[in-house]
């Protein structure tokens, strides 16, 4: 079945890049989303690759997507404070109109 | 931007009775709909598919009985969590696809989320 897969904790210091890393099992995906989860709040897409990019780049955001090892990658360049949150990288199942399968989510953790 | 809006925010009810949920999307239409729910600390699970006019699709050891779905518009989904008990305590997220996008792979849209609190 589908499974995606993401490390649990991320620390960084306010001002340094933030890199959260995932990987995915579903060959077929076509598009591939970061999700954004402030406490006791819903999801916020924060930004979404097709699937025959390689990278997207978004203000201080860049994603990086490797189709052959199924690894996608966030980057947040010069880190905030307010940056500190829950992010599900996430992938669509083929068939139309169906949902979407979360990771378990990385909280990043930003110090000043 | 595309804005869901999912009402209540927060709900706490006594065992044995039951709580509607709303989830609307304000400026698109929706003909797909999603009911997540969250456990603390953990990711989203999908519970069930709503689609505007027909039955909602469950996923497997979803109880449909008790989380009665009814998607009567494009713009409209209810849960409805029937007979609540405390292990249905938990964070309930819809979310909702522009039906004018890019089909299956338009982004997802979420709600707020409600916190349900069974007592």
């Known amino acids: 079945g589908e499974d995606v897969e993401q490390s649990l904790f991320l620390s960084v210091r306010e001002g340094d890049s933030s890199v959260i890393n995932c990987t995915y099992t579903d060959s077929s995906s076509t598009y591939l989303y970061w999700y954004k989860q402030e406490p006791g709040a819903g999801l916020q897409l924060l930004t979404y690759i097709f699937s025959n990019m390689d990278m997207k780049q978004d203000q201080r955001l860049t994603v990086l997507l490797n189709k052959k090892d199924k690894h996608l990658s966030l980057r947040i360049a010069d880190t905030q404070t307010g940056d500190s949150a829950i992010y599900f990288c996430a992938e669509s199942i083929t068939q139309a109109g169906t949902a979407l399968i979360f990771g378990k989510g990385t909280t990043l953790s930003v110090s000043s | 931007g595309a804005v869901v809006s999912q009402h209540p925010s927060r709900v706490i009810c006594k065992s044995g009775t039951s709580v509607k949920i709303e989830c609307r999307s304000l400026d698109f239409q929706a003909t797909t709909m999603f009911w997540y729910r969250q456990f603390p600390k953990q990711s989203l699970m999908l519970m069930a598919t709503?689609?505007?006019?027909?039955?909602?699709?469950?996923e497997q050891g979803v109880e449909k009985d008790k989380f009665l779905i009814n998607h009567a518009s494009l713009t409209l989904s209810t849960l409805t969590v029937t007979s609540a008990h405390p292990e249905d305590s938990s964070f309930y997220i819809c979310?909702?696809?522009?039906?004018?996008?890019?089909?299956?792979?338009?982004?997802?849209?979420f709600g707020n989320g409600t916190r349900l609190t069974v007592t």
């Open positions: 709503s689609n505007e006019g027909s039955k909602a699709t469950y």
């Open positions: 979310s909702a696809r522009d039906a004018s996008g890019q089909g299956a792979n338009s982004p997802l849209h």
